[in-house]
Nanobody, 129 residues
Framework: QVQLVESGGELVQAGGSLRLSCAAS????????MGWFRQAPGKEREFVAAISRSGGRTYYSDSVKGRFTISRDNAKNTVYLQMNNLKPEDTAVYYCAADPVYRTTTYHTASSEYEYDYWGQGTQVTVSS
């Protein structure tokens, strides 16, 4: 069983930056495509960013592209989400997820929450106006 633990979420002013981390254990990290999703109160969970197993491919939702950067360090079993120029609409619980199925990562699969088998508990990001 794979365990994922997110950290780094906090209160930040609009225009500020945060870096979220997701530490993985219990599996072979380099075999997993990794994704970040978020869920705001009263809304469905939505795709934020994803990265392929090697880190060679990344994908972003239109709402965060150009502001957020996903990266991974397979030696540390950790995936990161660097968030810059934060906006109030970025306020949400951010979840890390792992997809253990070996395949070529595409936007279609990487952006679908149903492709991920393992999820972290989430970390709260609050952006004040």
């Amino acid at each position: 069983q794979v365990q994922l633990v997110e950290s780094g979420g906090e209160l930040v002013q609009a225009g500020g930056s945060l870096r979220l981390s997701c530490a993985a254990s219990g599996g072979t990290f380099s075999r997993y495509a990794m994704g970040w999703f978020r869920q705001a109160p009263g809304k469905e969970r939505e795709f934020v960013a994803a990265i392929s197993r090697s880190g060679g491919r990344t994908y972003y939702s239109d709402s965060v592209k150009g502001r957020f950067t996903i990266s991974r360090d397979n030696a540390k079993n950790t995936v990161y989400l660097q968030m810059n120029n934060l906006k109030p609409e970025d306020t949400a619980v951010y979840y890390c997820a792992a997809d253990p199925v070996y395949r070529t990562t595409t936007y279609h699969t990487a952006s679908s929450e149903y492709e991920y088998d393992y999820w972290g508990q989430g970390t709260q990001v609050t952006v004040s106006s």
